[in-house]
């Protein structure tokens, strides 16, 4: 491949490089003038490279040199994750102190491009390297979002808990490339999937192992039960502003890799892998929302929801790739679909929290929040209309989000193996809506229902309220209109079908009331 | 193609949005105007329904699967799904279509004079969000897609949950959730039959298109259309022979249970939640205690027969065999729900919460009356839930009229009302009566038709023991008789408080609210056929007929 081909291919991820390289030097500048500029920079920055991905258009997912693939899912997890990075901006704009504003916005940026190179990454390593470009500028994040004990000692237990997850992902991937001989992850063209044994097409032990650590190192960055634990302590420390990005950037991150991973050996798992991915959903999202509801702090009951949220994306990535069909069928659209919705929501729920604050600072606990309908209804609106779509009520996204999950599930004819165990898994998730909502009412009602005798301090000035104004605007346009996004996300997916059918015969699914016409790879 | 439905859905909408931009003053205004403009143009379907002798046994009215001021767009699409903005109206919705836009409306004119206006709070998002409940309420009623039912059913929660939730009593936070989570509760369940109905009837139609090897399956209702994939037509999915005839086969199963006998259940646990029946009601109590009057009117009057029209419109068409199965479960619960609502609600000293059970115990007869399948039953329960609507509505507001005064709703502290307040008291009178089942009056007819019903099952092996629990439900009238009379004998009869002496009778505006009521109670008991019957019974026994039929074909 020519070097300017490389380039062209890469000018998104090398705009953000250079934007964010360049704010590192502004920053450092003494020049009062040049830091207020600097948020403004970022944002400029983000809408450069959106713009160079739109009019770029889809990749033909025919570049594939030097470890990386720029394929349809590129294209998806680039314009979701630089949109919602523009949100991300316009709610971290007041953050931090002045003198490190330039240091903020730049590790902003250099996470996002480490979600970028996520995407595209189609090497072991790349991939490795892109994920902890994702994680380390969030451990200086955190520490920088706020002049707090808490925040300090958020950061270094992230980090810890980040390194060691890093750690077991580094392990994983040793086995994997023991097992297969090379760090690629899918031969593009011919569909060779080394991973396999050749003999019966299944994952051999040395590939096992190392497949089951990798799993565990990435259930760590979507904060997957039970390697979630750090999430309720990071959350609450970090500012609210900062904690929108936290749970959005790393899982979208996360998931992608995953999407990876399982594309790699040909969405062919195990039983076994099977029944432990279908536990990890289960509990997650059980154990995220109970907990939830035993929460007076609103950050720590965001933080179990989020883990909860992981939970039905773990239902969906399980369901797996089916092609041609859009997000109503296909597992992994269905995914992507939801956590560009649930990236919008989540960081509209914490952006609330950050436009007030009270004396002791931030807003803590539920009854902080009271009162705050009667003192700034928009806020409220826009607060009730994200939390709803967390809770996947219609008329948000979120509702259709759960929705496509649902039916991807469904779709499975009912003679296929693993079909009544998804089935199950979906009863579960639907079971969990229900539970979830405890805690959404309880933050609906307190903003609404409570009483509060002295206002709350307004904090994080107008363009906080616009980022949250458009999260939430966001939501209803969705819901309306969910073709657009749903049909992005169903072309994204083409990349891991080409692989998986091409590693993996499809078998016709014929049963005595029909299905017939639906073609599904075994997931 | 018409869009008179569409009109009266979103004509509240648009009163809504008004709403946000008119000066406070004016707000009321407006939202009266916005319901009474839903009232008039819900008048207009009358002429569709007088229209006369259509019906195969004479009656005029409609047929099940006849519908009138269809209207059908796309919606959402995907490459083998559509759903669609699909509405129409029959017998089914019409009477109760008719039903939401008055009390709709009066429970607007009732919202006139709250408390919390005099502060100045909240007004403007009051009615903007009353609207916004009736726009969901009617969209229920006339949405005959499944997904766009499920989103009205879901949407008008929220504007529930608020109003109870903001302008309630003291427990008010608890009860919105309560009510809102036992709701969502039996929502999900219904989301999750919504999805399998959807996948089970596009694997009927495919392996019916392999059999036949057509490239379309004729529709079961709709000329010279045909289907290629699932539908969530309603209407479709029980008038196709091929998609019943796969959905109540015994062989079709949903996680290794009957499928017919699950869907019904899933569903029957949705709307019995919204009904509600005795192991679900609990929310109900706690709900209309904390609401304010005019939403307890809403509540009590349309609300509730949510649940009703849902059984009637969903599980007995789609699934007859599913209602075959639990029909001796269903009578129990119903009779359950009679005996122990009535018992509850002799036992409250709390004015609101006396009716809130009396609820229970009238809805208990719609259930009975559905779960015996005779013609009797049916329309019995139709015309019980059109009956509750006039009547439990009104007195609601009765105990709105005597709370707005008195502040309080201890039963036992009043005393003598109907000499210090003679209208109110005579208003009073009749809407109790209306509830006890006084003949003449529309609370007896939906009663005796539907313990009429219930005797006629009994040679239905599917249901035992049906003179006994007609018996049973019979007997019921005595409770409510007893704890309405007991009641009326506390508050309005008796020596005279002086506390109360000072009382204003029945305002203008309250009396406005209250005649309407009286009148279409007394003239629903004295001219059943003419206002009820005559638009319903067509549909009804329609209906019946093709439920018989299908559990007559699969064994």
């Known amino acids: 491949m020519p070097a300017s081909n490389l380039l062209t291919q890469l000018l998104p991820e090398l705009i953000l490089l250079v934007g964010a390289c360049g704010l590192l030097f502004l920053g450092a500048t003494r020049l009062a003038a040049s830091r207020s500029f600097l948020p403004f920079a970022g944002v400029l920055v983000l809408v450069a490279a959106l713009v160079v991905t739109i009019r770029r258009g889809e990749p033909d997912g025919s570049f594939a040199a030097m470890g990386l693939w720029i394929s ?26 002045q003198e490190e504003r330039g240091e903020f916005v730049a590790l902003i940026l250099l996470s996002l491009l480490g979600v970028l190179l996520t995407a595209s990454a189609n090497d072991w390593l790349v991939l490795f390297f892109a994920i902890e470009l994702v994680s380390i500028p969030t451990y200086i994040l955190i520490a920088l979002s706020r002049l707090d004990q808490r925040a300090a000692e958020a950061s270094v237990k992230y980090f810890f808990l980040g390194a060691l997850s890093a750690a077991i992902l580094a392990f994983g991937l040793s086995f994997l490339y023991g097992a297969s001989g090379t760090t690629q992850i899918q031969h593009i063209a011919g569909g060779v999937i080394s991973l396999t044994l050749p003999s019966t097409g299944e994952l051999g032990s040395i590939a096992m192992i190392g497949f089951l650590f990798v799993l565990a190192g990435l259930a760590f960055k979507v904060a997957a039960v039970p390697f979630h634990v750090y999430a309720p302590d990071v959350y ?60 007076d702090n609103v950050k720590r009951m965001l933080a179990y929801s989020s883990i909860a949220h992981t939970g039905y994306m773990l239902v969906a990535l399980l369901i797996g790739p089916v092609a ?69 009520f219609p008329p948000t996204a979120g509702f259709i989000g759960k929705l496509y999950i649902l039916t991807a599930a469904f779709s499975f004819s009912a003679d296929h193996a693993f079909a009544q165990p998804l089935l199950v898994l979906a009863i579960v998730a639907v079971v969990n809506t229900v539970i979830s909502a405890g805690y959404y009412l309880r933050i609906v009602a307190a903003a609404y229902v409570g009483k509060s005798s002295t206002p709350a301090n307004p904090t994080g000035g107008f363009t906080l309220r616009w980022g949250l104004a458009v999260c939430s605007l966001a939501m209803l346009v969705l819901f309306v209109w969910p073709r657009g996004l749903a049909g992005q996300a169903s072309r994204a997916t083409a990349a891991i079908h080409d692989s998986v059918s091409a590693a993996h015969t499809v078998v016709r699914v014929d049963t005595d009331f029909g299905n017939a016409q639906v073609d599904r790879t075994s997931p | 193609m018409d869009h008179l439905l569409s009109w009266i859905i979103f004509v509240p909408t648009l009163g809504a949005i008004l709403c946000l931009f008119v000066p406070k003053r004016q707000v009321r205004v407006v939202a009266v105007t916005a319901s009474l403009a839903a009232l008039i143009l819900s008048l207009l379907l009358f002429p569709t329904f007088l229209g006369g002798g259509e019906g195969a046994a004479g009656y005029s009215g409609s047929h099940y699967g006849e519908l009138h001021h269809v209207e059908r767009h796309e919606w959402i699409t995907g490459s083998n799904l559509a759903i669609e903005y699909f509405l129409g109206i029959d017998g089914l919705g019409f009477p109760l279509l ?48 499944f997904f766009l039912f499920y989103i009205f059913w879901e949407v008008m929660l929220l504007p529930m949950y608020f109003l109870i939730g903001v302008w309630g009593g003291e427990r008010r936070e608890y ?15 219904m989301l999750v039959a919504l999805v399998a109905m959807y996948f089970y009837s596009d694997g009927a139609l495919a392996s019916e298109m392999q059999r036949t090897g057509a490239d379309a399956v004729a529709s079961g209702y709709r000329d010279g259309v045909a289907l290629t994939h699932g539908t969530f037509d309603l209407i479709e999915l029980a008038t196709n022979k091929v998609i019943q005839g796969h959905f109540n086969a015994a062989s079709t199963v949903f996680l290794g249970l009957k499928f017919s006998t699950c869907m019904f259940m899933f569903l029957f ?17 706690d709900a209309h205690v904390q609401a304010p009057t005019p939403v307890s009117m809403i509540l009590a009057g349309v609300l509730l027969k949510m649940g009703g029209y849902g059984f009637l419109r969903l599980c ?55 779960a015996v399948m005779t013609e009797a039953g049916f329309q019995g329960a139709m015309f019980q839930m059109i009956a509750h609507g ?91 008789a007893g704890y309405i009379l007991w009641l009326i004998r506390r508050v309005y009869l008796g020596r005279e408080r002086e506390e109360y002496q000072s009382f204003p009778d029945v305002s203008a505006r309250e009396t406005m609210i209250l005649v309407p009521m009286a009148v279409l109670s007394i003239a629903l008991g004295i001219f059943p056929m003419q206002t009820v019957f005559n638009f319903t019974n067509g549909t009804l026994d329609n209906m019946l007929r093709h439920v018989v039929q299908v559990i007559g074909l699969v064994p």
């Open chain 2, 269 to 285: 646990i949705g709307f019995a939640i919204k009904l509600p029946v005795v192991p679900f009601h609990t929310w109900l109590p």
């Open chain 2, 316 to 370: 007995y068409p789609i699934f007859p065999t599913g209602g075959e199965t639990w029909a001796f479960l269903l009578a129990v619960i119903g009779i359950v729900s009679i005996l122990y609502g009535a018992l509850c609600a002799m036992a409250q000293t709390d004015f609101k919460k006396l009716v809130a059970y009396s609820s229970v115990s009238h809805m208990g007869y719609v259930l009975l009356g559905i």
């Open chain 2, 98 to 145: 008719i039903l939401t836009t008055l009390v709709a409306f009066l429970a607007c004119l009732a919202s006139w004079n709250m408390e919390s206006w005099k502060v100045g709070k909240g007004i403007r998002a009051y009615f903007v969000l009353f609207l916004l409940l009736e726009t969901g309420m009617l969209g229920v009623f006339v949405s005959l897609d």
């Open chain 2, 390 to 480: 006039i009547s439990s509505p009104m007195c609601f507001f009765l105990v709105g009229v005597v709370y707005d005064r008195a502040h309080h709703r201890e039963i036992n502290r009043f005393g003598g009302l109907w000499m210090t307040m003679p209208r109110y008291g005579t208003l009073a009178t009749i809407g109790f009566f209306a509830s006890l089942g006084l003949p003449g009056l529309c609370g007896f007819i939906g009663e005796v038709w539907v313990i009429l019903g219930t005797f006629a099952a009994k040679d239905n092996p599917a249901m035992p023991w049906a003179p006994t629990m007609a018996v049973l439900a019979a007997s019921a009238v005595v409770l409510t």
């Open chain 1, 324 to 392: 041609g069909e859009g997000p109503m069928h296909d597992g992994v659209a269905a995914l992507l679909f939801y956590i560009a919705v649930y990236g919008a929501m989540n960081l509209g729920a914490f952006a609330m929290i950050a436009s007030f604050g009270r004396k002791h600072g931030e807003l803590e606990t539920l009854d902080d929040m009271n009162g705050i309908a009667s003192q700034a209804p928009a806020v409220a609106l826009a607060l009730a209309i994200c939390v709803f779509s967390l809770m996947g």
């Open chain 2, 175 to 189: 009860a919105a959730i309560k009510f809102f989570l036992f709701t969502l509760g039996g929502s999900v369940l």
């Open chain 1, 72 to 97: 349809s899912l590129t294209h998806y997890v680039r314009w979701v994750a630089l949109s919602v990075g523009i949100l991300i901006l316009l709610v971290n704009w007041y953050l931090p102190v």
């Open chain 1, 236 to 295: 609450e420390g970090a500012a609210a502003p900062i904690t929108g990005m936290l749970g959005f950037v790393p899982k979208l991150a996360g998931f992608v890799a995953l999407i990876k991973l399982f594309a790699a050996i040909g969405w062919n798992l195990p039983i076994e892998i099977k029944w432990l991915v279908w536990i990890l959903a289960a509990v997650t999202m059980t154990a995220g929302n109970v907990i939830a509801l035993l929460q």
